[in-house]
């Protein structure tokens, strides 16, 4: 088969994650089909040296794979006009869209993966930047183009079993048309202890992740002012936010007066394997989410996890976390109060490890190779 595989997205967090690693697999895993990567002018030097890289690490010789150059935006109307025709020049038997966002005018088959349906829950202004008007003529668009690419895939691709029942839910697809691949911690997240490097954050509390309102950002820096104001003796401690500083990180940084919050920024894999390994805990408390893969991550670094009641966090993690309704700001920070002062079961960090060696982007990888082959099938 020649696959085609949208890599546009190869430097974003995220679907960029799951994207490299998906294809540092396949390429190791698959000797048989032909694979060609679209990617963006800026990212194709970068790319291919990596992939380089992978062929030199693991003795490869193959030679089925090859960049094409795709410089079109996501979620633009280029992308709905000029990428259909870019993708139609080589021929593909099948593309892999690894996200959302395609061109609902390719009628060639197709796989595409839908990380989580949250902004069907939570299409509020107060998540974007732009005009109402704007935006809520954007939000129509996304409810279409997601609507189309769900209804005209061969296979949709999803990382829980939470984002399937989403999917059934709300997009009224067939059950056996979807597909769950769980994601894993990426190989560079997992740092050896003899690499821990000196804490000089002291103790502190740690959130990693985007600032999007799902993500209940608010109701966290809430609960770590209570936890922090009722406790003197924790004047020293910090609540450290991990995540690009875009508008949402900028905007809840200028209204948050305590010096005891850190905004972070973005983090190396070195560094946010160190920071998970020195933190008290992870704290997560989303509204919703598709995986929740700082979850896994910080299982894989032996960091305890407190995180909201939810059942894509629930299916990650199971019982090895202290949960907390993510709507109520008491009980957020009686959980951090439980992990300060150590009342919880100590194996449940060596049983999180454990647990988080059941997911592996190897496995994701033979399990995306085998829906790509049953679309023939079909």
Same mark, same amino acid.
């Given at each position: 088969?020649?696959?085609?595989?949208?890599?546009?997205?190869?430097?974003?967090?995220?679907?960029?994650?799951?994207?490299?690693?998906?294809?540092?697999?396949?390429? #190791?895993?698959?000797?048989?089909?032909?694979?060609?990567?679209?990617?963006?002018?800026?990212?194709?030097? #970068?790319?291919?040296?990596?992939? $380089?890289? #992978?062929?030199?690490?693991?003795?490869?010789? &193959?030679?089925?794979?090859?960049?094409?150059?795709?410089?079109?935006?996501?979620?633009?109307?280029?992308?709905?006009?000029?990428?259909?025709?870019?993708?139609?020049?080589?021929?593909?038997?099948?593309?892999?869209?690894?996200?959302?966002?395609?061109?609902?005018?390719?009628?060639?088959?197709?796989?595409?993966?839908?990380?989580?349906? &949250? #902004?069907?829950?939570?299409?509020?202004?107060?998540?974007?930047?732009?005009?109402?008007?704007?935006?809520?003529?954007?939000?129509?668009?996304?409810?279409?183009?997601?609507?189309?690419?769900?209804?005209?895939? *061969?296979?949709?691709?999803?990382?829980?079993?939470?984002?399937?029942?989403?999917?059934?839910?709300?997009?009224?697809?067939?059950?056996?048309? &979807?597909?769950?691949?769980?994601?894993?911690?990426?190989?560079?997240?997992?740092?050896?202890?003899?690499? $821990?490097? &000196?804490?000089?954050?002291?103790?502190?509390?740690?959130?990693?992740?985007?600032?999007?309102?799902?993500?209940?950002?608010?109701?966290?820096?809430?609960?770590?002012?209570? !936890?922090?104001?009722?406790?003197?003796?924790?004047?020293?401690? *910090?609540?450290? $936010?991990?995540?690009?500083?875009?508008? !949402?990180? *900028?905007?809840?940084?200028?209204?948050?007066?305590?010096?005891?919050?850190?905004?972070?920024?973005?983090?190396?894999?070195?560094?946010?394997?160190?920071?998970?390994?020195?933190?008290?805990?992870?704290?997560?408390?989303?509204?919703?989410?598709?995986?929740?893969?700082?979850?896994?991550?910080?299982?894989?670094?032996?960091?305890?996890?407190?995180?909201?009641?939810?059942?894509?966090?629930?299916?990650?993690?199971?019982?090895?976390?202290?949960?907390?309704?993510?709507?109520?700001?008491?009980?957020?920070?009686?959980?951090?109060?439980?992990?300060?002062?150590?009342?919880?079961?100590?194996?449940?960090?060596?049983?999180?490890?454990?647990?988080?060696?059941?997911?592996?982007?190897?496995?994701?990888?033979?399990?995306? $190779?085998?829906?790509?082959?049953?679309?023939?099938?079909?």
């Amino acid at each position: 088969m020649r696959i085609g595989i949208d890599a546009r997205l190869w430097n974003q967090t995220g679907v960029g994650r799951y994207t490299r690693n998906l294809v540092r697999n396949l390429l #190791i895993l698959d000797k048989n089909n032909t694979y060609i990567l679209f990617v963006r002018k800026q990212d194709y030097g #970068i790319i291919n040296d990596q992939l $380089l890289m #992978i062929k030199h690490q693991n003795k490869l010789k &193959i030679k089925n794979w090859k960049l094409e150059i795709a410089d079109i935006k996501w979620h633009s109307i280029a992308e709905q006009i000029k990428f259909p025709k870019i993708l139609e020049k080589e021929n593909l038997d099948l593309v892999h869209f690894p996200y959302f966002s395609l061109p609902i005018f390719y009628k060639k088959p197709y796989v595409v993966t839908i990380h989580d349906l &949250i #902004i069907n829950h939570y299409p509020t202004g107060k998540a974007s930047t732009l005009f109402p008007l704007l935006y809520y003529s954007k939000l129509l668009s996304y409810k279409f183009i997601i609507y189309q690419a769900s209804k005209n895939a *061969k296979k949709i691709i999803v990382p829980s079993i939470a984002t399937k029942n989403e999917v059934i839910d709300h997009l009224k697809i067939a059950d056996e048309k &979807i597909v769950v691949t769980p994601e894993a911690a990426d190989q560079g997240l997992r740092i050896k202890n003899s690499e $821990l490097r &000196i804490n000089k954050y002291g103790k502190y509390f740690l959130y990693v992740g985007n600032a999007y309102p799902h993500k209940n950002l608010d109701r966290l820096i809430q609960a770590f002012n209570v !936890f922090h104001d009722q406790r003197p003796k924790t004047k020293d401690l *910090k609540l450290i $936010l991990v995540g690009r500083k875009d508008y !949402f990180y *900028k905007r809840l940084e200028q209204k948050t007066k305590s010096q005891n919050i850190i905004f972070y920024g973005v983090a190396t894999d070195a560094e946010l394997s160190n920071l998970y390994k020195n933190s008290l805990c992870l704290v997560m408390p989303s509204l919703m989410e598709g995986f929740g893969l700082p979850v896994l991550e910080a299982m894989a670094n032996k960091c305890l996890v407190a995180c909201s009641d939810i059942p894509s966090l629930r299916e990650v993690v199971k019982d090895n976390a202290l949960y907390f309704n993510p709507k109520n700001i008491t009980e957020i920070q009686e959980a951090m109060s439980n992990v300060y002062d150590q009342k919880y079961k100590k194996e449940i960090t060596e049983n999180a490890y454990a647990a988080a060696k059941e997911f592996s982007f190897e496995k994701m990888a033979k399990e995306t $190779l085998k829906i790509y082959e049953s679309c023939f099938s079909i």
